[in-house]
């Protein structure tokens, strides 16, 4: 049974750093492509950065890139998400997902099915 499950977000003031991990069970994480995405208050869930499964190529969103990083610990089945220099508008819920029907990698993160409970973030002073 596929199972994801996030952690690492709290209160943090402008500026700040977070790193999200994404631990994952019930399957061998780089076998996969990862994302992680996120889902503010009154606003549609985005996509915020995805790990290929073949060669761990990241994608961020293009508002994004620069301040997130995305890489992958094998030895430890996790994903993660250094995040710097955040903003307000970065706070969200964060989750973290991954296609077990489709085989599209991050191209088809639209598709994702498999899904953690998710990580507050508050980026606030």
């Known amino acids: 049974q596929v199972q994801l499950v996030e952690s690492g977000g709290g209160l943090v003031q402008p500026g700040g750093s977070l790193r999200l991990s994404c631990t994952a069970s019930g399957f061998t994480l780089d076998y996969y492509a990862i994302g992680w995405f996120r889902q503010a208050p009154g606003k549609e869930r985005e996509g915020v950065s995805c790990?290929?499964?073949?060669?761990?190529?990241?994608y961020y969103a293009p508002s994004l890139k620069g301040r997130f990083t995305i890489s992958r610990d094998n030895t430890k089945n996790t994903v993660y998400l250094q995040m710097d220099t955040l903003k307000p508008e970065d706070t969200a819920r964060y989750y973290c997902?991954?296609?077990?029907?489709?085989?599209?990698?991050?191209?088809?993160?639209?598709?994702?099915?498999?899904w953690g409970p998710g990580t507050q973030v508050t980026v606030s002073s």
């Open positions: 997902a991954t296609e077990t029907t489709t085989d599209y990698g991050c191209s088809g993160m639209a598709d994702f099915d498999a």
């Open positions: 790990i290929s499964r073949s060669d761990g190529s990241p």
